[in-house]
Structure formats: structure tokens, C-alpha cells
């Protein structure tokens, strides 16, 4: 059987837009529901890990209202249902010792259900041990999926009906602007809406590329309304990423805090000494063991307080704000929270980390929050990466020394910041897809694929830089990161 030319393109149009809907009314709301629901899950463990932390120290220090201070924090979402402080000793049964709202029947994390996400995060504060558990509603959840869906459907009703106009006006003549139409909806039904038909006569194959052209307008304004829903999985990235620091972050404000428990003890005996001494010489001693312990107290406050500022940096939303920073210290900073982040996931991790900072390099205008953001994924990236790499060496008994080198320089009115690390390597199959949205190299569970994705639009798109990746399947990966001064 002879089938026409008009039925064949026919034919191919109606395929690709067929294709294309069944694309937007399915897989699209699902998988966008198994980002949802894995991003939620994780900000709701973050959060339980958090308040934990807030409790420990309290009840480290017997700061009872400190304790309160950190469930308060959790209170304070409007998402929360519950959150409960359970002491869970051994071989004992879970005893509930504060839950908010009172008389609420708490349930144990772990608990599958369709309206309630628990999760617990464990607590040491010396005599008593136990979990924080938290519970949060999945109302906003089912609310953006309903969204979704809704858009979704919509979407697809109006791709399908105008790809069904263009499949009938094109069925109806035989030429070679139909044949470049044809061509053109192949492209946008691969997901490419960047072509135009040419607009040359004004007969009706004028009018089918003038209606095909306001189709792909139209896809690429719903395409938008997608991008503007996968937002909200990029604020959940950063959460996810602070969650990885937690313990990290824990260990590094313990140690300030320990110096300065330390050295205020040694402060107070030497006052009591300075009470009963009445040699000048002994006094002058004992002043100035003094103005040491306070300057180094004032050392280790400090430094606690901008680990905790540079969390809260890391954490907020926004972050759209220029203002000058000194890029040399944001970039220890948080080279620094990486390095203990992965140290606390594996204690035997060790890596030899060369810092070449130019000290030509003085403040300038940027957003120290959005950056922050590019140098802890790359950091993580890095550090993952020789972290493998090691493990694959000494399976095999080699020797295997891991090194990260991170470079900043000023070039003119440009900086250049180079990470580099020695590990695996990048394929170069998979090389040119690693800043794509979802891409990950990762095993399932330990990526969501918006990392590099994130980072290269905050140094393009809000900064006016560059961003290229040189590897050696390996060997060694390398970012190079270019920005401008008058950015």
C-alpha cells in the first residue's frame, strides 16, 4: 500500500507531538515527585540533625533553656507536626521527655505514611542519650505535585492541539517549506525550541509557520514554568549539601568551644592568685597570663562565630546580594568545612591540600553566599573523587598519595580559580554532560545531579564568568573557574 507524502508527514508531526505530550503528562510529574519527595526527606533529617546539635551542646553545658531554644527551632516551621525529645537508653523502653503540641501521639521515625515524614537525629549530652524526633507534613508536597500535574496536563493540551493544526496543514500541501517545517518539529520534539520557520509567503503555508513559530513561543514559555518548579530542588540541593557538614561543622565548633572552656577555668585561678599576691613583679606575671588567655579566648570565639556565620551563609535562600568579600578566606572557609566534612564521614580519610593564594587578591564585589555555594560542591567533588580513588588503590595494594590543589590569582581585571585534584578522572564520554541539570557520575543516593548544574549558572549567570573542566581519565580533574573583577 502506497502511502502519500501528505500522510506521511502527517504522520511524523503527530508522532513527535504525541511523543512530546506523553513525555509532559507522565514522566515528567513523576520524576519531578521523586525529587520532591527525596529533597524533603533530606531537609527534614537536616533539620532533626540540627536541633540535635543545638541539644548536645545545651545539655553539654547544662543550658537547659538552650534545649529549649533548639526545639523551638524546629517549632517554628509551619510545615512541623511534631517534634518530640526522646531518651532511649538501653535495653529500656523510649520515654518521652518534651513533645510538642502536648498529649501528641508521637510516632517513631521510620514510620511510612502518606500525610507524615519522621525522622530522628541521635543526642549525647553525657547522663542522658535519645533521638529528636520530628515529624513534617507532605501537604505541600501533594499541593506542588497537584500543580504539576495540573500544568503539565494543560501544557500538553495545547502541544497536542497544535501540533494536531500543523499536522492538517501540512498534510495539505507538498512543498519544500513543508518539508523545512517538518524538519523544524522534529527539533522541538527533541526538546529543542530554538528553530523558527521562515515567514515568506502570505498564503496558508504563511499562516502554518506563523502558528508554528507561536507554538514553539509557547513550549518555550511552558519550558520556563518548568525550570521556575525545578527552583525550589536547587534550594533543596543546598540543604542537602550543608546536611553533609553537619558533623564536620559539630567538630570544628567544638574545639574553639573547648579552648575557650579551657583557658576561662585558667583565667579564674590566676584571678584568685592575683587576689592573694602582693609581690609587683608576681602581679605583673600574672597580668599578663592573663591578657594571653584572653586573647587567645577572643581567638577561638571568633572562630566559632564565623563557622557558625559561614553555615547560616550556606543555608539561606537568596543570596543574590553583591557586596565585598575577600575570596581568599571564603575559599579556606569552606575548604576547610569540606575537609572535616569528609573526615567525619571516614575517619581515615587524610588528603594533602596546597593552597596557592595570591595576596595581590583584595576584596571586591561579589555574592559570597552564592559562591560559597560553587566552591563547597567542587570542594566535595574533589575530595569524593580521591576518596575513591584511594579506596580502588589500596583494594589493589598500590601506593596512593591524595593531593587537592586549589589556586587563586589575579589576572588584569580577571581572577582565575583553579581546583585540582588527583583523582580518577572524568570519561571523556561523559565530560560535556556534567554541567547538565540531573547529571550525576555518582552512584543512586549519593548525587542529585544539580550540583555542577547550580554552579555554573551562579558563576555565567550571576557573575559574567567562566567555567571549564581539564581531565585525565585517571589521572586528575581540574575546574578552572574565571571571573571578572567588574562583575
Not at 508531526?13 to 515528567?28: D, H, Q, R
Not at 517538518?182 to 523558527?196: C, Y
Request: aromatic share 8%; hydrophobic share 40%; with cysteine.
Amino acid at each position: 500500500m502506497k502511502v502519500s507524502i501528505k500522510t506521511r508527514i502527517w504522520l511524523t508531526v503527530f508522532s513527535i507531538v504525541a511523543v512530546f505530550t506523553l513525555f509532559l503528562m507522565f514522566f515528567f510529574p513523576l520524576q519531578q515527585e521523586k525529587y520532591f519527595l527525596k529533597n524533603y526527606n533530606l531537609e527534614v533529617e537536616n533539620l532533626a540533625k540540627t536541633v540535635a546539635l543545638g541539644v548536645k551542646i545545651a545539655m553539654t553545658e547544662q543550658n537547659f533553656e538552650g534545649v529549649q531554644t533548639a526545639l523551638d527551632f524546629a517549632k517554628a516551621d509551619k510545615r512541623m507536626r511534631f517534634v518530640a525529645l526522646v531518651q532511649n537508653d538501653a535495653g529500656t523502653e523510649p520515654v518521652v521527655l518534651n513533645i510538642y503540641p502536648e498529649n501528641y501521639s508521637w510516632v517513631p521515625a521510620g514510620t511510612i505514611s502518606d500525610s507524615l515524614i519522621v525522622k530522628q537525629a541521635p543526642f549525647d549530652g553525657g547522663e542522658l542519650k535519645g533521638n529528636v524526633v520530628i515529624g513534617f507534613t507532605t501537604d505541600e508536597i501533594t499541593k506542588n505535585m497537584k500543580d504539576i500535574r495540573l500544568t503539565a496536563l494543560l501544557v500538553s493540551l495545547v502541544v497536542f492541539a497544535f501540533g494536531i493544526l500543523i499536522g492538517f496543514w501540512l498534510a495539505r500541501t507538498i512543498s519544500k517549506p513543508v518539508l523545512a517545517l517538518r524538519d523544524a518539529a522534529i527539533k522541538v520534539g527533541s526538546g529543542d525550541f530554538s528553530p523558527r520557520v521562515k515567514e515568506g509567503t502570505k498564503d496558508e503555508i504563511g499562516e502554518l509557520s506563523n502558528a508554528f513559530n507561536k507554538m514553539v513561543t509557547d513550549l518555550a514559555a511552558a519550558e520556563e514554568k518548568v525550570k521556575k518548579a525545578q527552583d525550589q530542588l536547587v534550594q533543596q540541593e543546598k540543604m542537602a549539601s550543608l546536611g553533609q557538614l553537619t558533623a564536620g561543622i559539630a567538630h570544628e565548633i567544638q574545639n574553639p568551644l573547648n579552648f575557650v572552656n579551657n583557658f576561662s577555668e585558667l583565667s579564674v585561678e590566676l584571678l584568685d592568685e592575683l587576689e592573694q599576691e602582693k609581690d609587683p613583679e608576681a602581679i605583673r606575671a600574672i597580668i599578663g597570663d592573663l591578657k594571653v588567655n584572653v586573647d587567645k579566648i577572643q581567638h577561638h570565639g571568633k572562630r566559632a562565630d564565623n563557622i557558625v556565620k559561614g553555615m547560616l551563609m550556606h543555608s539561606r535562600a537568596g543570596g543574590s546580594e553583591k557586596q565585598k568579600a575577600d575570596l581568599n578566606l571564603l575559599i579556606e572557609e569552606f575548604l576547610n568545612l569540606a575537609y572535616l566534612g569528609m573526615r567525619s564521614a571516614d575517619t581515615s580519610f587524610n588528603c594533602a591540600v596546597e593552597k596557592q593564594f595570591d595576596p595581590a587578591l583584595t576584596p571586591f564585589d561579589m555574592q559570597p553566599q552564592e559562591l560559597s555555594r560553587v566552591f563547597l560542591n567542587l570542594f566535595n567533588n574533589s575530595f569524593y573523587a580521591i576518596h575513591e580513588k584511594s579506596a580502588a588503590e589500596k583494594a589493589q595494594n598500590r601506593n596512593f598519595s591524595p593531593h587537592v590543589t586549589v589556586t587563586t590569582k589575579k589576572a588584569g581585571d580577571k581572577i582565575l580559580i583553579s581546583i585540582k585534584d588527583n583523582g580518577p578522572g572524568i570519561p571523556d564520554d561523559v565530560r560535556d554532560k556534567i554541567f547538565n541539570p540531573f547529571f550525576t557520575t555518582k552512584p543512586t543516593g549519593k548525587g542529585t545531579g544539580l550540583g555542577l548544574s547550580m554552579s555554573y549558572d551562579i558563576i555565567v549567570k550571576g557573575h559574567g564568568g567562566s567555567i571549564k573542566v581539564d581531565s585525565r581519565d585517571g589521572q586528575y580533574t581540574e575546574f578552572t573557574i574565571e571571573l571578572p573583577l567588574s562583575s
